[in-house]
């Protein structure tokens, strides 16, 4: 088994709302959400715009491997309107961002990649405080 602990994120649209739809969609395709966090509030984190973000992090358990996952997400951001991913600091405003933070296998090895499509844990979590402040309220260590 797998924990994954994503990033969620939306500040165009019913924000909420969207991350409540995102959410409802990893447990239909992932697999079940063991914990999430409260929402938070920022300002956009590397780019200018006039909307806020509306941020959360959950915990998920799954047999699926990190691609697997990806894919997921993918997916999910596409059906909730996402249309551009973000490259190399082109940030812009998004319906949705989904982010794979940190993956552990049975809540003790931290899965560890660098590939073009996913690095693992992501590589700007701890620079990010709507990142580091919702995690901080569910990942146990």
Not at 99 to 121: G, H, K
């Amino acid at each position: 088994m797998m924990t994954y602990y994503l990033s969620l994120g939306a500040n165009i649209g019913d924000r909420e709302q969207t991350l409540r739809q995102a959410l409802q969609m990893l447990e239909q395709q992932v697999g079940p959400i063991r914990r999430c966090s409260n929402f938070f509030y920022s300002t956009p984190w590397g780019f200018a715009s006039d909307n806020d973000f509306c941020n959360l992090c959950c915990a998920v358990e799954t047999e699926q491997k990190p691609f697997e996952v990806l894919a997921h997400t993918q997916a999910i951001e596409r059906a909730l309107g996402r249309t551009h991913k973000s490259t190399e600091g082109g940030y812009r405003d998004r319906t949705i961002d989904i982010d794979l933070i940190r993956v552990f296998e049975d809540d003790a090895r931290e899965v560890i990649m660098d590939t073009e499509e996913l690095t693992l844990p992501h590589r700007f979590w701890q620079e990010r405080d709507f990142v580091k402040l919702p995690l901080s309220e569910i990942m146990p260590q």
